[in-house]
Nanobody, 129 residues
Framework: QVQLVESGGGLVQAGGSRRLSCQAS????????MGWFRQAPGKEREFVAA????????YYPDSVKGRFTISRDDAANTIDLQMISLNPEDTAVYYC??????????????????????WGQGTQVTVSS
């Protein structure tokens, strides 16, 4: 069982930066691939970033590539999402998610929300123009 709590959301001006954090509980954090997703009003949940158990392999959609960076700290049971060059289209509730992965696949991380086992409650990011 993994419990996830996001923090760091808020209001930011277009062009600005924001760093989101996700604190995980449970001793099995390092066994999980981790992901960030977001959902804007009236839209489906969208993949934003993912990182494998090894921490060396990351995945991003084209919409955020080069602007968002995901990282993990297994000693602290946290993952972060550093966001730069934000624009109003980035406004959404951002969710942290975890998926248990076999040891044989240290670089695996899914880009599909349905593959994740655990979810946080989300943190709101609003980018003003």
């Amino acid at each position: 069982q993994v419990q996830l709590v996001e923090s760091g959301g808020g209001l930011v001006q277009a062009g600005g930066s924001r760093r989101l954090s996700c604190q995980a509980s449970g001793r099995t954090f390092s066994r999980n691939a981790m992901g960030w997703f977001r959902q804007a009003p009236g839209k489906e949940r969208e993949f934003v970033a993912a990182i494998g158990r090894s921490g060396t392999t990351t995945y991003y959609p084209d919409s955020v590539k080069g602007r968002f960076t995901i990282s993990r700290d297994d000693a602290a049971n946290t993952i972060d999402l550093q966001m730069i060059s934000l624009n109003p289209e980035d406004t959404a509730v951002y969710y942290c998610a975890a998926k248990s992965v076999e040891y044989a696949y240290p670089d695996y991380a899914s880009t599909k929300s349905r593959d994740y086992d655990y979810w946080g409650q989300g943190t709101q990011v609003t980018v003003s123009s």
